[in-house]
């Protein structure tokens, strides 16, 4: 029998890897897309050849890893180069994601939750997935959430909300919402009870 799949989405600091990681206690396979494209950029990463070549040994750090704070620097006051990271980062995800979720296949788990922060953006995926779940909650908790885990200041967050698709559309995009606004971790668990049933879990 075909694994459930289920797309989790939802703006920078949303909580969506929060509800991911509640559908994996539940016993569902999630799939971080931001966690393999982090591992692609890392030391010895599958991507990191393709970054020096494409964008020079100033973009790679010490470590071997990517510059992340120059890349992020880089891409959002350059479109181009936001693609050209794009075309070599996205490739090498789709191939390790596909991979993944063929081993839990095989292995008959009920459902696998891929959390991807472009779910919008990256139209493609909608056609293989049977739910879009997307997490929201206002700009302001955005920012807040942002700003107490990463230490970025409140100009650079916006910047980084202003690059990913609106609010509107990503609730347009949504088969369901979850509001994950001035609620605590309980709450959220119960929330997402009926909807661990609906996904065979």
Excluded: Y
Excluded at 133 to 147: A, G, N, P, W
Excluded at 155 to 180: C, G, K, M, P, Y
Aim: net charge positive; glycine share 8%.
């Amino acid at each position: 029998m075909r694994s459930f799949r289920v797309g989790i989405s939802g703006g920078i600091g949303s909580g969506k890897s929060t509800v991911s990681q509640i559908f994996g206690r539940n016993g569902a396979v999630v799939i971080d897309l931001d966690a393999l494209s982090r591992a692609s950029t890392a030391a010895g990463g599958a991507a990191i050849d393709a970054v020096r070549s494409t964008f020079g040994e100033d973009f790679v750090d010490r470590t071997g890893a990517m510059d992340r704070t120059k890349m992020r620097s880089l891409v959002f006051s350059d479109p181009k180069a936001r693609s050209r990271l794009e075309a070599i980062v996205h490739p090498v995800i789709a191939m390790e994601s596909a991979t993944l979720a063929q081993k839990a296949q095989e292995r008959g788990v009920a459902c696998i939750v891929f959390d991807i922060p472009l779910l919008v953006e990256s139209a493609h995926w909608r056609a293989s997935l049977d739910r879009v779940v997307m997490v929201d909650c206002s700009v302001d908790t955005q920012i807040q959430r942002v700003k107490a885990r990463s230490g970025l200041d409140e100009t650079e967050i916006r910047r980084i909300i202003h690059a990913q698709s609106s609010r509107a559309l990503r609730l347009q995009a949504a088969d369901t919402v979850i509001f994950n606004e001035g609620k605590n971790l309980l709450a959220i668990e119960r929330e997402l009870q009926s909807l661990s049933a609906q996904f065979g879990l």
